[in-house]
């Protein structure tokens, strides 16, 4: 019967009887194997079915009632729609269009049953361990052990009604599973059925599908003579297979191995030897097969043995595989891809020389290469926005007020919670199936494997425009203090940051050469200057609120301070912002985000444009005008109290004193209100002169 590949019955079948009986099709994504080609007839009765009246036979909600006309009926419909049948497919496809004989009571409910029964999929375990079991995807269709007892009734004697292959193992298999009748008895149909139809036939997916199946079902009850039967059926395979196409068809080839790898239970049992040289099919497998398929026969190797020598053979050769799999790509940024998968298990499986030589490969890959391509794209701004974000750097007398403002803004990244909500709009499309990866100097660096990385990436990625683009504003607004106002000193800037809460003049000091290294255009030095004074700042912030954030020495590590990774951490767990706190954490650290701090650190090219540069000044300035210095001795020497320093951290952007404050808001507003008055008096002159020069009068004078 099965002579070709079988499509994936759920996605196949499934689409049929959900355009049949009301149902929506689901596909599985979880199988290795996927087989996806429909038939177009599927869908021709879907605008047909929308029609129909709500008492419809075929509508699943109405509850089938069994008739005991039914399973003779049935075996008969059965029979035929599997003569000729070259899979599932095909017998479902015969069911729907076959005739029901008059007389027959509730004859579509009946087919609908059938139909029913035929949906259900049998799904590989591709490790191996659990076989192939009977289940009920795309959650539409009942488990097998909630279906009603009236469907079980038709089930039953349908399978005694009918006598192909086909149908006798899946009516057989499904009571089984129902745990209906002996367990024994339906396990010996329902293999034997499995077996017989996988026998003689070209090898395909439905074949290997059939003879797991058997072996699972004779294994779950001790039927040492049909499992015996399976594993003979499936040694022939393999040799068949490997011999004519050796490290091709893993899909037939990996699950059988996986099954033949567990052994016959009997020869644990009774200490007896395989009757199959499973462990030279494997070496040979371990030999030809590439890629994840290399690193499932490794799997099922490893459980075979114990020996230490023979491990570490298993590991190689697994590795070995990986390395294959890079060479015969044909484009430089796969083969980066493979063989940093390769890498990863050269060094999970501690083989730190194969891991050298994958690496040292990887690094030989030329970034140009890799024929990364850069999309990009571009909304202009009306000049009144740009304009109404950068007015009040120069609007004030005084450049003071101008860095208020600079030091005034939100997070440049933008609240957390918006971040949040944009980041999950990015599982769409291929980045659902193909995760993100970043790379750094043509290396690859992070890949956004798991859902939580995945929002982490889509997050970064909204940050950095965001960001990029706050930044390009923030520094022409530096840009444009400086052509009004001069550049300040660098005592003044000191002053000014001890008026706006700052305590530390060291670390104050550091952020005014920061700015006045800015100002003179050096943005590479500003960055490389300032970045590590927010370590400093983050860390004796946790000194004065009494955090105990030393790592004493253990074995052969010294102690010390912890990185900023763990000082973020910390804050934020106190009273740091969140969306603050990402803002530090995209600007600084990775994988996700700019990474300034650990490029810099490690030597590695960095971004040092004025855009950068004052987004720097901007995070350093976050908790460099709220921290206390340290005495020489290392301890904290702030004299505020806990509750105090929690209520600045919560609201971080720096304040002026309130002398300081409300003087700079009083010029502020009274700046504005000298503004509106000049320009009105500026509108009424034109006005005036307008006026005279209609009655042929002279302009007044100025």
Known sequence: ???????????????????????????????????????????????????????????????????????????????????????????????????????????????????????????????????????????????????????????????????????????????????????????????????????????????????????????????????????????????????????ESPGVVVPLLGALAAGPKTAARDNAADPHDVDELLVRAAAVFVGNHATAIAGFRRRRTADTATLELIARDEVTGHQRHAEQATQPAVRMIRLREAAQVARARSLPDLQRDIVSAMQRIAPSELG?????????????????????????????????????????????????????????????????????????????????????????????????????????????????????????????????????????????????HYWRGDTESCIYLVTPRLETAARNLLLELDEGIYRVEAAKDPGGYPGLYVLLDKLEQIALDESWAYFLRWLLLGPFGANLRNNMAHGLPLKTTPEYAALTLRAVAVLALVSSPVGPDGVGIGDRERSDLVKILATPPPVSGPIDGLLAAGGRILERAWWRVRTARARLARERDGRRERCGEPPAPR
């Open 372 to 516: 990364l391509k850069t999309f990009e794209a571009s909304s202009p701004l009306p000049p009144h926005v740009i304009e109404g974000f950068l007015c009040e750097y120069t609007r004030s007398a005084d450049w003071r007020d101008a860095l208020d403002e600079f030091l005034a803004d939100d997070p440049p990244t933008g609240p957390i919670g918006q971040l949040r909500q944009l980041g999950r709009q990015t599982h769409q499309g291929l980045s659902r199936i193909l995760p993100p990866m970043i790379f750094a100097n043509g290396l690859p660096r992070a890949t956004a494997g798991d859902p939580e990385a995945q929002d982490r990436f889509g997050m970064s990625l909204f940050a950095q425009v965001r960001a990029e683009n706050i930044g390009r504003l923030m520094a022409e607004g530096l840009r444009r203090i400086a052509d009004r106002y001069g550049t300040p000193g660098q005592d003044d800037l000191v002053d000014y940051f001890l008026s706006r809460g700052g305590r530390d003049v060291n670390l104050l000091r550091s952020l005014a050469k920061g700015f006045r």
């Open 1 to 247: 019967m099965f002579e070709s590949g079988r499509q994936k019955l759920g996605k196949a079948a499934g689409a049929f009887i959900g355009a049949c009986i009301w149902m929506r099709p689901s596909a599985n994504h979880g199988a290795l194997f996927r087989r996806n080609l429909m038939h177009t007839e599927m869908y021709v009765t879907l605008a047909e079915l929308a029609e129909k009246p709500d008492d419809d036979p075929m509508d699943p909600r109405i509850p089938y009632q069994f008739d005991s006309a039914h399973p003779a009926v049935g075996g008969r419909l059965l029979d035929e729609a599997c003569t000729g049948a070259q899979n599932y497919t095909d017998v479902a496809l015969a069911l729907a269009q076959a005739e029901i004989p008059d007389g027959v009571p509730a004859g579509e409910a009946l087919r609908r049953e059938l139909l029913l029964a035929f949906t259900y999929q049998l799904r590989l375990d591709l490790d191996g361990r659990d076989g192939c079991q009977l289940v009920a995807l795309g959650g539409w269709l009942p488990p097998v052990r909630e279906v009603t007892d009236q469907v079980v009734r038709l089930w039953r004697g349908t399978a005694t009604a009918v006598a192909a292959p086909a149908a006798v193992a899946r009516l057989e298999d499904l009571l089984f599973c129902r745990r209906d009748g002996n367990g024994r008895a339906r396990v010996s149909r329902s293999a034997g059925a499995y077996l017989s139809l996988a026998q003689g036939g070209v090898i395909s997916m439905d074949v290997i599908d059939a003879v797991v199946r058997a072996w699972t079902l004779a294994r779950s009850v001790g039927n040492h003579d049909l499992e015996a039967q399976a594993r003979a059926q499936m040694a022939a395979i393999l040799e068949e297979v490997m011999d004519r196409r050796p490290g």
